[in-house]
Structures are given as C-alpha cells and as structure tokens.
C-alpha cells in the first residue's frame, strides 16, 4: 500500500528545491560582467540563457499560483502550510521580476557597443525602512560605450523632495557637512549595485528622490523615483 502524501507537502517540497533559483540573482551578476566585456559570442550565449532562465521561473510560477489557489477551497489544508505556499510564490514573482529587469538592463548594456562613453542609474527603487523617517534605497549604476577600461570615481547624492504640513521641500543627502559622507562614495568600470540608507525628519513625507553619479563636482547620470 502506498503512503498518501498531501500535496501541499509536496509542493513546498517542490518551493524549496525552486528557491534554489533566488542563486539566479548572483549568476545574472557574473554573467553581466561577461556582457559588459562586450564580447558578442558570448553576449548572445548569456541572452539566450538569461531567456531561458527567466521562462523556466514564469512556468513554475504559475504552477505555484494554481496550488495556492486551489488550497484556499480546501478546507483539510493546514493554514500555516497554505500560508507558507503563498509566501513562497510571492517570493518567487518578486525574483522573477527583478531578474526581467536584470535581463534588460544587460541587453541596452550590450546594445550601448561603440556609442559615445557615459554613465546611468538604473532600476532606481526606493522605500520605507520599516523606521520611523528612514528609507532604503537601491539601483545599479553602470558604464556604457566608449572604451572598456574607463572607471567612475565619484559618489552618490540623492536628492529628496519632501511635504510637510502642506509645505515643500528639498535635502541633499550627503549634506555637505556630513562626517558619514564617505559611505556614498563608488568606484567602478563596468557596473555596480549600489544599496543603502537615509533618514529624514519623522513628521514629513517623501515625494521623490532623485539619484546623482557626482564625479569632480559634475553630476553625470541621474534618474528620479516617485513614491
């Protein structure tokens, strides 16, 4: 006689082998630097990986999301299991997504080959903290066309537009007094994820930030997020 195991067992069996794709963050990074060494057999080898990778995790995905869906119907699932299954796939969506925007960041890195050098800010994300006033920040900046031993030294400056009590206003983070200013500093050649924080006043509100690339006083890519 054969042991019945319900399937939701077996489908947090089958999450748990799937979160091994949350290692695809890292394996896209290594990959993009191959891209960003612009050589174009390799190039297309990544894209066409990159691809597959991305339709692999849309597939189970949805396979995940029918599970969650039909568990809400049965009333014999145990709702820490339901619960759990529905965090996983939220979990993976949010991967999914980002490894989309990963994927199309390194296809225009790829594409910018023999145009003018410059530099940008991508995939600008910016959100509370969890602490009262503070909020987290994210993006990858990135060098593109030119020659590929050109390096950014420079540092990051967000601009942030704030509401208080139906009033606006803007801070520069790093002020230029700021004894932490250091830590916004960067150095790179092909590409780098920058991630940090910054606090203000608790009674305002956050509208926008704008991410600078500050290098010698000039400011030489920029991209603002709405909150």
């Known amino acids: 006689m054969r042991t019945h195991i319900p399937w939701y067992w ?34 297309e080898q990544e894209m066409i990986a990159l691809r597959n990778h991305v339709a692999e995790l ?16 049965t009333v014999q699932i145990e709702r820490t ?18 490894l989309k925007e990963d994927l199309a960041f390194f296809e225009n890195l790829a594409a910018a080959e023999g145009k003018d050098a410059g530099f940008t800010i991508n995939q600008l994300r910016v959100e509370p903290n969890g602490n009262p ?16 031993d050109r390096e950014f030294r420079g540092s990051v400056q967000l601009i942030v537009s704030l509401q208080q009590e139906g009033k606006s206003a803007m801070i520069t983070i790093p002020s230029q007094g700021d004894p932490a200013k250091g830590r916004f500093n960067i150095n790179f050649k092909h590409f780098q994820r920058v991630d940090g924080t910054f606090q203000v006043p608790f009674e305002t509100r956050v509208t926008s930030v704008e991410a600078r690339l500050v290098q010698d006083g000039v400011t030489r890519a920029s991209q603002i997020f709405a909150l």
């Open 10 to 43: 077996r489908a947090l069996a089958t999450i748990t082998v799937l979160s091994i794709s949350i290692a695809l963050a890292g394996w896209v990074y290594d990959a993009g630097r191959k891209i960003a060494g612009f050589d174009r057999h390799e190039t």
């Open 58 to 73: 849309m597939q189970e995905t949805s396979k995940l999301r029918a599970l969650a869906n039909a568990g809400e119907s």
């Open 81 to 98: 299991a339901q619960e759990q299954l529905v965090r996983q796939v939220k979990a993976l969506e949010q991967e999914n997504g980002r």
């Open 133 to 148: 006033g503070q909020y987290r920040y994210r993006m990858l900046a990135a060098a593109h066309g030119g020659k590929k």
